[in-house]
């Protein structure tokens, strides 16, 4: 099945990437990078898989959330 | 909880603006705040005055009645300079969503602790008593954070690389734009072989360990590109596991200060001129912020270390081509290779990511642009003084400003490095992974140092005359 782009990581409930939930999940990322960083563009941490993705990333569990995408 | 759910809600209101992205990166609020100061101090130039005062700094001292005779003479200059960046950076860090009631108390303490740094570094006898301000930033921070322990409130003004970027964009002015056309393309190609063979080292010795795919590829960019930026820009482009990226950024942590600390006293103890030393730091160290202590502690050893060659910016500049121009810029490039390569050749995860070439510009740190910049305007205002008036006219009046912004801001980053690394809040790395990611510094550093020292050294030694 092909999932629209409003359906994307970004949108979801699960995700979080406002730039302190980042720092906080990630000890030692703000010593010598930041979460404010053009380099992490809008990527976040999955709380359903426990990972690290792209916001533009889709999965099968999405549930409408914030709308980042 | 509340405020992040309101900081998350208001990045997505941002998000939808296409010009967001130049008020919610602290790469762009870099290059507001640096070429802001610059486009002022020229201003004022041609104009016949200088940005001077405000651009104040502690002068060489002997004894602590000249450092008291100091305050009391440009007190008011130092509370001015407080309240430039309290206002610069505070703006900025509003527009990231940092709350300036909790930015302006933590940042006025970075700032008296920056001021006392910089003093001390000023010290007739700092040299002799190996007191490198970076150094000496760094080991108290770090001695502060892991026993003390650092209250939270501080946190919001200790942005490291907030103050990292600025200082960088700032150092663009001190760099022609022709001295990086000339030593860009050897920056380059040098960061490119040390890059590509640090980056097979560890993502191939991880794999040989087992290590998953992913992880490898994460641990490969934070030791080969850009340090913990490289690792969380790929670990996010690859869909890699939350625990895989902590462990990126924690050895990357470890080993970039420990290597702020060896790599200036191998270099000592060899000798080197700060041209070559400032080369093999900016390809050997893994961070900026890092990086920059290292070789701003370097610079500092010319003309007081009896044997080292070059002037003290030499190998600052040195570092920053290597590191900057020939690592730091590709990184949009290896994430979205690497993404490109997770999506179709690696096991699934559960996550589908949609590789596109767009994560090149989307990913590339943009704080390079204002460095760029930077150097184009300052070439392009003393392009009609000759040297003799360059140095009398511009340098005084233009340029030792400028130098002196860039002094403050690097050196609330490195207070900030120390000040921010709770080593026990880091993640358990386990053996593999650092195995892996040792390999990968043994290469990089005895490559770095070949590169640097034999093969261009003649041309790393010109930088630095």
């Known amino acids: 099945m092909r999932q629209t782009v409003s359906a994307s990581c970004g949108g979801c409930k699960h995700f979080q990437n406002a730039a302190e939930q980042v720092e906080a999940a990630l000890p030692g990322l703000s010593s010598l990078s930041s979460a404010y960083a053009a380099v992490r563009c809008d990527d976040g941490i999955c709380a359903v898989h426990e990972r690290y993705i792209a916001a533009s990333s889709v999965c099968p569990a999405f549930e409408e959330g914030y709308a980042f995408a | 909880m509340a405020e992040i759910a309101h900081t998350a809600h208001s990045q997505a209101l941002s998000r939808r603006s296409p010009w967001g992205e130049l008020f919610r990166k602290e790469d762009w609020w870099a290059i507001w705040i640096g070429l802001g100061l610059i486009g002022v101090a020229v201003a004022l130039f041609a104009g016949g005055s200088s940005i001077k005062w405000i651009a104040v700094a502690p002068q060489k001292w002997s004894h602590l009645s000249d450092v008291t005779q100091q305050l009391k003479q440009h007190g008011l200059q130092y509370a001015a300079l407080f309240l430039l960046w309290a206002v610069a950076f505070g703006i900025g860090a509003a527009a990231l969503g940092i709350k300036i009631s909790r930015f302006l108390p933590a940042f006025l303490l970075v700032y ?92 191939f010795a991880a794999i040989g360990l087992g290590l998953d795919r992913r992880l490898a590829a994460t641990l490969g960019t934070g030791g080969a590109v850009c340090g913990v930026s490289g690792a969380i820009a790929v670990g996010g482009a690859v869909g890699a596991k939350k625990e895989q990226v902590s462990i990126a950024i924690s050895l990357v942590v470890v080993w970039a200060i420990v290597m702020i600390f060896v790599l200036p006293l191998v270099s000592r103890a060899l000798g080197l001129s700060t041209g070559v030393a400032g080369a093999w730091i900016g390809t050997s160290e893994f961070a900026d912020a890092a990086g920059l202590a290292a070789a701003q502690t370097y610079g500092g050893y010319a003309g007081s270390v009896p044997g080292i060659a070059g002037t003290p910016d030499a190998a600052v500049s040195a570092f920053t081509l290597m590191k900057v121009i020939g690592r730091d810029v590709w990184i949009g490039v290896w994430a979205f290779v690497l993404s490109l390569i997770a999506t179709t050749r690696w096991e699934r995860t559960g996550v589908q990511n949609k590789s596109s070439a767009a994560e090149i510009w989307n990913r590339f740190p943009k704080f390079v642009l204002g460095f760029l910049v930077a150097s184009a305007v300052l070439t392009l205002v003393t392009r009609g003084f000759d040297y003799a008036a360059y140095k009398k006219e511009v340098v005084p009046a233009l340029v030792a400003p400028l130098q002196a912004f860039r002094t403050w801001a690097f050196t609330f980053a490195f207070l900030s490095i120390g000040l921010t690394t709770r080593i026990r809040e880091f993640a358990s790395i386990g053996a593999r992974p650092f195995y892996a990611f040792t390999i990968g510094v043994v290469v990089n550093v005895i490559l770095g140092f070949v590169l640097s020292t034999q093969v261009f050294s003649g041309f790393w030694n010109r930088l630095g005359q």
Do not use: C
């Open chain 2, 112 to 203: 008296l602790a920056a001021g006392v740094l910089y003093f001390l570094g000023q010290w007739d006898q700092a040299a002799h008593y190996n007191l490198e301000p970076p150094l000496v930033a760094l080991g108290i921070g770090l001695l502060v954070s892991n026993t003390l322990g650092v209250p939270r409130w501080l946190d919001p003004g200790m942005r490291v690389e907030f103050y990292i970027k600025t200082g960088i964009v700032l150092l663009g002015a001190g760099l022609p734009l022709t001295l990086i056309a000339w030593a860009g393309p050897v920056a380059i190609v040098q960061a490119a072989i040390v890059s590509l063979a640090t980056f097979g080292a560890i993502y």
